[in-house]
């Protein structure tokens, strides 16, 4: 179960047709990618990655993102959500 953040709520509009990608990597981290129209046809996105708990280990939305298809911006999140999900690990870096 993910315990969705502020970002996440204050884009989500369950009214607006939506596409996603969601993907589980081998160390239990989740990606959420989501990618719709807005009432006046701009494409947004929305990016989540989700620790194997459930708790949100970051999340970002786009409202616009100008000259991308729907298609296109999943592709590119998806990617982005994979490299900001490597980057991140470990969770918690110790300074010496």
Same mark, same amino acid.
């Given at each position: 179960m993910r315990i969705r953040g502020d970002v996440f709520w204050d884009w989500a509009d369950p009214v607006l047709h939506h596409r996603s990608h969601g993907e589980k990597l081998d160390d239990g981290t989740s990606i959420d990618v989501q990618v719709r129209l807005s009432r006046v046809g701009?494409?947004?996105m929305f990016?989540?990655?989700? &620790?194997? *708990?459930?708790?949100a280990r970051h999340e970002e939305a786009f409202d616009s993102r100008p000259g991308e298809s729907m298609t296109r911006a999943?592709?590119?999140?998806v990617e982005? &959500?994979? *490299?900001?999900?490597?980057?991140?690990?470990p969770a918690v870096r110790q300074v010496a």
């Amino acid at each position: 179960m993910r315990i969705r953040g502020d970002v996440f709520w204050d884009w989500a509009d369950p009214v607006l047709h939506h596409r996603s990608h969601g993907e589980k990597l081998d160390d239990g981290t989740s990606i959420d990618v989501q990618v719709r129209l807005s009432r006046v046809g701009q494409t947004q996105m929305f990016i989540g990655i989700y &620790a194997g *708990c459930g708790m949100a280990r970051h999340e970002e939305a786009f409202d616009s993102r100008p000259g991308e298809s729907m298609t296109r911006a999943l592709a590119w999140g998806v990617e982005r &959500a994979r *490299c900001l999900a490597i980057d991140q690990q470990p969770a918690v870096r110790q300074v010496a």
